[in-house]
């Protein structure tokens, strides 16, 4: 069966970086988009950042722009999300996905990581 877990969440600092992880299994990792959701308590859940298959194309929120970068290994069936300058809004549990971006629904979800930026 379809498995995306997630690693790397933790406290940081307002400024501090983040890397996540997803570790992706049961499926064909190198056929599909990925993405990165999230969703920070009292909000919807939102899209963060998207890769296309082959990692050829990205896409980013407009409040993440510049600071978060979205990558993937086809080879380690395993796509990332390095956060940098992190502020106290990206607060949040960050879910990887399957689909999602690039005009895919979502077909499976993560159980989510716990991102926390406070000083």
């Known amino acids: 069966q379809v498995q995306l877990v997630e690693s790397g969440g933790g406290l940081v600092q307002p400024g501090g970086s983040l890397r996540l992880s997803c570790a992706a299994s049961?499926?064909?990792?190198?056929?599909?988009?990925m993405s990165w959701y999230r969703q920070a308590p009292g909000k919807e859940r939102e899209l963060v950042a998207g890769?296309?298959?082959?990692?050829?194309?990205?896409n980013y929120a407009d409040s993440v722009k510049g600071r978060f970068a979205i990558s993937r290994d086809n080879a380690k069936n395993t796509v990332y999300l390095q956060m940098s300058s992190l502020k106290p809004e990206d607060s949040a549990v960050y879910y990887c996905?399957?689909?999602?971006?690039?005009?895919?629904?979502?077909?499976?979800w993560g159980q989510g990581a716990q991102v926390t930026v406070s000083s």
């Open positions: 049961g499926f064909t990792f190198s056929r599909y988009a």
């Open positions: 890769i296309t298959s082959v990692g050829g194309n990205t």
């Open positions: 996905t399957r689909g999602g971006s690039f005009g895919y629904t979502v077909s499976s």
